[in-house]
């Protein structure tokens, strides 16, 4: 028995056992029936390990829309848990089998930062590098008691359900910090903490939950088996480099001011062509400003203004 099966149901386990008898059965069959060299297991594709890992009998059917996919999860099923072959069905209607069953949305829904709940408070998730912040808000709601402190247990108490779901649906793992909303008494604080020990304990991953600290957030170390969610359907955005923001107009501006005092001494000729993102060249050009007259006032020239869509909005190119 290994680590990974202590708190196991005896469901669990007898169900893990017959998945590895019967994978050890078929192994021993195709090396019997097979010439030597011959490949006789590989590991299975993610149709088959997403069987294997969370298939149980709560599940009422299994939708699988491409042919060849559904004679393998067929025979899979067949293979290792017999009883719920007849839950696997062929999805043939014309709409796409994710739209049909809401799960394109649920899908757009994970790769936002911030989750609205039923109540009207929200959650604001961010992966960063060294950890997952986690922050909790009232948000719209105001509550039907007139005590605030019954609001912030009700919305913390809502939240605990939809973060553990969030952290399960986004594959979250490593550091998870939870600002809840600050709680006066210590009676609520361990009614939510109970809450979420209580949410975890469905979860299949690895975890450990510390209680509230002198700040009142809660850290949930959490098994990183893969990837997360964002990480695996997206790529940092080209145009920040994944900073998730981009300079203002008006840092922008300071620095072109910096370089043309630069190049102010080396600059000859005529006029001067400024090419800029079409958001500065309208800081630029405004006459709220004197950003133009003190830029021509460095090169002691004058400056055309050259507004380019196709420029990334922190670039530009004085000449």
């Not at 779901?165 to 210590?186: A, T």
């Not at 800029?276 to 003190?294: F, Q």
Request: charged share 30%; hydrophobic share 40%; with cysteine.
């Amino acid at each position: 028995m290994r680590t990974a099966g202590e708190g196991r149901s005896e469901e669990e386990l007898r169900a893990d056992m017959m998945f590895l008898y019967n994978l050890w059965l078929d192994m021993r069959q195709k090396a019997e029936r097979r010439p030597a060299p011959a490949l006789i297991h590989h590991d299975l594709n993610v149709v088959e390990r997403v069987l294997r890992d969370q298939l149980t009998s709560a599940f009422k059917s299994i939708w699988v829309d491409n042919e060849e996919a559904y004679e393998s999860a067929l025979r899979f099923v067949q293979r290792f848990q017999p009883a719920l072959v007849t839950r696997v069905k062929m999805y043939t209607r014309s709409t796409p089998v994710f739209d049909e069953f809401g799960i394109t949305s649920e899908l757009e829904k994970a790769l936002r930062p911030k989750v609205w709940l039923k109540s009207g408070g929200y959650i604001v998730i961010n992966q960063t590098e060294a950890l997952v912040a986690i922050d909790v808000n009232t948000g719209k709601f105001v509550g039907k008691s007139n005590r605030l402190e019954d609001t912030i247990v009700k919305t913390n108490t809502e939240a605990v359900k939809e973060i553990v779901r969030q952290i399960r649906l986004r594959d979250l793992g490593g550091i998870i910090v939870v600002d809840f909303i600050d709680m006066d008494e210590r009676k609520n604080r361990q009614k939510v903490m109970q809450a979420l020990e209580e949410a975890m304990r469905s979860d299949r991953a690895p975890n450990k939950i510390l209680q509230f600290n002198d700040f009142g957030l809660v850290a949930i170390t959490r098994k990183r088996v893969k990837q997360s969610l964002e990480r695996t359907l997206c790529s940092p955005c080209p145009y920040c480099d994944g900073a998730g923001y981009v300079k203002s107009v008006d840092t922008i501006i300071a620095e072109i001011l910096q370089e043309a005092q630069k190049i102010a001494k080396a600059v000859e000729g005529g006029d001067c062509t400024l090419r800029v993102h079409p958001e500065v060249a309208k800081v630029l050009k405004s006459s709220s400003n004197t950003y133009l007259e003190e830029l021509e006032e460095i090169l002691g020239r004058a400056v055309i203004i050259h507004s380019d869509p196709l420029l990334q909005q922190e670039k530009f190119d004085l000449v």
